[in-house]
């Protein structure tokens, strides 16, 4: 692994099911965030976690939950996917909160169906 | 909380001619201003970034200023070339809190 990785790369999942996007890490970057950005718009932070065991609520996180055991590690949980949850997600991570560059991963092109 | 917009939405300019964006934020304790380029199904990266001690930075054909008075700061790209299409992203953040995007700017470089 170098740098950010984002799994799978692209699904197609039926409304109401449940689906859990990977997203590991291996620069040690303390800070974590992942972003959707649907066509035509940019991108909207859904969840962010500053370290391991702490997260925190961007600013459309509903219908979405994350956790971080460990620093490597940000799963982005949908527990009953809509068809309004389709979109490209991004997974980001920084050294720090704040004032970082933002290194992101390939993206996970969800549809829901 | 931090607003962040973004002008043009579009641009296309010729290779070789120079491209501005512009983009303006709200909350003046912002201090750190990154901007990332997205190409065509590609994931957002860092071109450049600039912290409010300076006003300009600089790295080959890109630079971009700030102007923490008007709170707004600009990419500038010369010596346009086709591999800079791609759509590009503005943000703002004050240290300990998370990143605010500008909209985005498609520019378009025609051969």
């Known amino acids: 692994i170098a740098g950010i990785t984002q799994a799978p790369t692209s699904q197609i999942l039926a409304a109401g099911r449940r689906m859990t996007l990977r997203c590991t890490q291996d620069?040690?970057?303390?800070?974590m965030y992942w972003y959707r950005q649907d066509l035509g718009l940019g991108l909207r932070l859904i969840h962010y976690?500053?370290?391991?065991?702490?997260?925190g609520k961007g600013e459309v996180p509903d219908g979405y939950s994350v956790s971080r055991a460990n620093t490597d590690d940000f799963p982005l949980t949908l527990a009953s996917a809509v068809p309004s949850q389709t979109s490209v997600y991004f997974c980001?991570?920084?050294?720090?909160?704040?004032?970082?560059?933002?290194?992101f991963g390939s993206g996970t092109r969800l549809t829901v169906v | 909380g931090e607003n962040v917009e973004q002008h043009p939405s579009t641009l296309s300019v010729q290779e070789g001619d120079s491209a501005v964006i512009k983009c303006t934020y709200s909350?003046?304790?912002?201090?750190?201003f990154p901007w990332y380029k997205q190409e065509l199904g590609k994931r957002p990266q860092l071109i450049i970034d600039i912290r409010s001690n300076v006003g300009e930075k600089k790295d080959q054909r890109i630079a971009v200023t700030l102007n923490k008075t008007a709170k707004h700061f600009s990419l500038h790209i010369t010596e346009t070339q086709p591999e800079d299409s791609a759509v590009y992203f503005c943000?703002?953040?004050?240290?300990?809190?998370?990143?605010?995007f500008g909209p985005g700017t498609r520019l378009s470089v025609l051969p």
């Open positions: 976690s500053n370290t391991a065991g702490t997260t």
């Open positions: 980001a991570s920084s050294e720090a909160q704040g004032n970082y560059g933002y290194t």
């Open positions: 620069m040690r970057h303390n800070a």
């Open positions: 909350d003046s304790a912002s201090n750190y």
């Open positions: 943000a703002a953040t004050n240290y300990g809190q998370n990143f605010v």
